[in-house]
């Protein structure tokens, strides 16, 4: 009886550093969790300031849970307090896809958001394509790649943008003048548009490359709600997020698919000159702020311009990391 007291103190010596080191550990590796968040999410908040993006780790899904959480319109330079009110979505993380947790059982249908996009320079002559450079192009013109092929996911810009549905999309969109055209887009590209138009308008003053190009600029076409040929899904025109420009005189190459019904499977070869293409100058405005060009995609789309500045954030942080 006299030993019981004694045991019972020998049980708390060993059993409670036991107890406070397990927890330890456990602290150790919330910690170790919350110091790993994703780092890309550095790029969306970069490329989208008025947007928020919360990570959570999810031990059920064993991944990230990503809340964003983004004004229900836009915030302007001119009225930075145009919107107090915010919408937020729950995504996850999953490898930079972020999609819904419904649509996890189909994550190989999805690429990443962030893909590779060539920032800057100027395009590669195609009369140095090799073989292999050759055969990549042949391949991604092929419907049946193109159609069973898995694709970026769009879920962050539908909701972004309120891009889910055409009644949705259709409460946000505005009918502007760009450059001396009329263009329906979505009203949260307003703004960089107007950066751009501004930028493009001041070097026109003294380049006559960029006034005769937009001299010779018959209509743009933005919003137009439709699903890309081949594949099934929507177009980025179906968001209103991204512009094309059509000119006067149709005599030059300015779209893959178009050039594939002419030159057949040479398509690809057909040289810069015989394309018709914006000039670099006005290239690059529009990739400053923000806006890819479709003509640096492998199926080129010379006309074609969409606002992802998430891709030109991407390329601006990777390739500094690797100088």
């Excluded at 505005?174 to 329906?184: C, D």
Aim: proline share 5%; hydrophobic share 35%.
């Amino acid at each position: 009886m006299h030993f019981k007291p004694f045991v019972f103190a020998l049980l708390i010596l060993f059993i409670t550093p036991a107890v406070f080191a397990q927890e330890a550990d456990n602290n150790n590796k919330t910690s170790d969790t919350q110091l790993s968040e994703p780092s890309e999410l550095q790029i969306f908040r970069k490329a989208f300031p008025d947007t928020t993006f919360t990570a959570t780790y999810s031990e059920r899904l064993e991944d990230w849970l990503i809340t964003v959480s983004c004004p229900t319109t836009p915030i302007t330079t001119a009225n930075p307090a145009t919107s107090s009110k915010r919408r937020e979505i729950t995504f996850c993380w999953c490898e930079g896809r972020l999609i819904p947790e419904a649509e996890l059982k189909r994550k190989s249908h999805y690429l990443p958001v962030l893909e590779e996009y060539p920032f800057g320079g100027e395009l590669q002559s195609p009369s140095t394509y090799t073989k292999a450079q050759i055969e990549e192009y042949r391949q991604a013109g092929l419907a049946s790649a193109r159609k069973n092929e898995p694709f970026a996911s769009q879920f962050l810009s539908d909701f972004m943008y309120y891009g889910s549905s055409r009644k949705s999309v259709e409460q946000h969109l505005a009918r502007i003048k760009f450059l001396g055209h009329k263009v329906t887009v979505n009203e949260f590209i307003i703004e960089p548009l107007a950066r751009v138009e501004k930028r493009i308008l001041e070097e026109r003053k003294t380049s006559t490359t960029i006034d005769t190009f937009l001299k010779g600029i018959d209509h743009m076409d933005g919003y137009n709600w439709r699903e890309i040929r081949d594949v099934e899904r929507k177009s980025l025109h179906g968001t209103a997020i991204a512009i094309d420009f059509l000119p006067i005189k149709m005599n030059k190459y300015m779209y893959w698919r178009w050039t594939k019904d002419i030159l057949g499977d040479k398509w690809m070869l057909a040289s810069l000159k015989s394309r018709w293409m914006p000039p670099y100058e006005i290239i690059n405005i529009f990739e400053e702020e923000g806006f890819i060009w479709g003509g640096k995609w492998l199926i080129w789309d010379n006309m074609h311009f969409e606002y992802r500045p998430e891709l030109i954030e991407f390329y601006k942080q990777t390739h500094t990391e690797k100088q």
